[in-house]
């Protein structure tokens, strides 16, 4: 048992790096978090060296008591704290647990209704060469062109023309509340089961900070590592009567072994998301994005730098470029040389192709993990703007200290050491 540095020093020094980037630099993708030691602990354990295919009480292996233990709390928390009938807590990953959703309760060729991969959809909701999207008939609807919103009445129309068997509500890139009593309304009309992907939003809606979108769906899907903080993996609620079906999907349908070390770091996330300390944060990470609109929206008007919607109700804030000189991928380069990570995004009817795109998705979940309060993020806001300015050039040093001057300020993992000076 000697210590990864002596057993390999490559990869040692990879992850020491990659501690230091993330201590160094602003992450603000949206879909990324920090998670704290306690679900490290728990993804390092020796947990990971248990098989424990089945449920707990019922596996196909001995040995099981322990890991039933940490499987049964991920269960009955993630139960708890959404108010949902059934969880399954063992998908790998959010596109997973949307795939092992689809295989519970579609046959090949079914139709499902789910919004756009490039007006904000996720592509496991119907991507062209995603299993979903060859495996079902993909119905897709999109925002509103004039708004950049999901406009209802357009969802029932498609709806009620496609009678898909699945109406899907979620996505990864949209910055306002869907409105899932009317999306309930409609699969009723149309005889279509309700399934809500929450991966973005998990964490308001644990908060109570955002709709929850259980009591009206059939299916709700998340990732465990977005706003809600956890270690990466997926989650599936539903009610009681698809919860054999769900469960059997994802084993034996498409997973065999458990990760069990991960259902307890997924077991741990769940009782913090219960937290008074977790709702402050959370109102935290929206302030923050809303804080990132305001100054973006007064920085950037003069250079073509405007926000998708106007603003946000959510943990992001959709940066648009179409007017402006900038692509996503150049607005990207610029703001990773200051030392700030964000994700360039297509923005609905995009003018540049995808692989360079008019967009920036720009979150706030893992800077208020990191301690920043709503000051701070207006001064991230205002290093934005300038980064997306054309006094970039002339200005790069000077941005770049003040995102140091903010990571300084706000300590990430300060027990794992500080990071070496740049
Ligand atoms: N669903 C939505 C809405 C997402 O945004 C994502 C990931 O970004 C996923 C599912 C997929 O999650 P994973 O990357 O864990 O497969």
Known sequence: NKPLAEVDPEIADALQRELERQQRTLEMIASENFVPQAVLDCQGSVLTNKYAEGYPGRRYYGGCEWVDVAEQLAIDRAKELFGAEHANVQAHSGAQANTAVYHALLQPGDTIMGLELAH?????????????????????????????????????????????????????????QLDFARFREIADAVGALLMVDMAHFAGLVAAGLHPNPVPYADVVT?????????????????????????????????????????????????????SDAFKERQRRTIAGAQALATELLEGGAEHGVSV????????????????????????????????????????????????VSSGLRIGSPALATRGFQVDDFHEVGKVIAATLSPAFE???????????????KHPLYAHLGTPTPA
Request: hydrophobic content about 35%; aromatic content about 4%; proline content about 5%.
């Open 120 to 176: 904000g959809g996720h592509l496991s909701h119907g991507m062209r060469i995603n299993v979903s999207g060859r495996l079902y008939d993909i119905a897709p609807y999109q925002v509103r062109r004039e708004t950049s919103l999901i406009d209802m009445d357009d969802v029932e129309r498609i709806a009620k023309e496609r009678k898909p068997k699945l109406l899907l509500a979620g996505w990864s890139a949209y910055t306002r």
């Open 222 to 274: 998340t990732t465990t590592h977005k706003t809600i903080g956890g270690g990466r993996g997926g989650l599936i609620l539903c009610r009681e009567e698809h919860a054999r079906k769900i469960n059997s999907a994802i084993f034996p349908g498409q997973q065999g072994g458990p990760l069990e070390h991960v259902i307890a770091g997924k077991a741990v996330a769940f009782k913090i998301a219960m």
């Open 308 to 355: 998708l919607t106007g603003g946000t109700d959510v943990h992001l804030v959709l940066a648009d470029l179409r007017e402006s000189e900038l692509d996503g991928q150049q607005a990207e380069d610029r703001l990773h040389e200051v030392g700030i990570t964000v994700n360039r995004n297509a923005v609905p009817f995009d003018p540049r192709p995808p692989m």
């Open 394 to 408: 002339t200005r790069k040093a000077e941005l770049a200290e003040r995102v140091s001057a903010l990571a300084d």
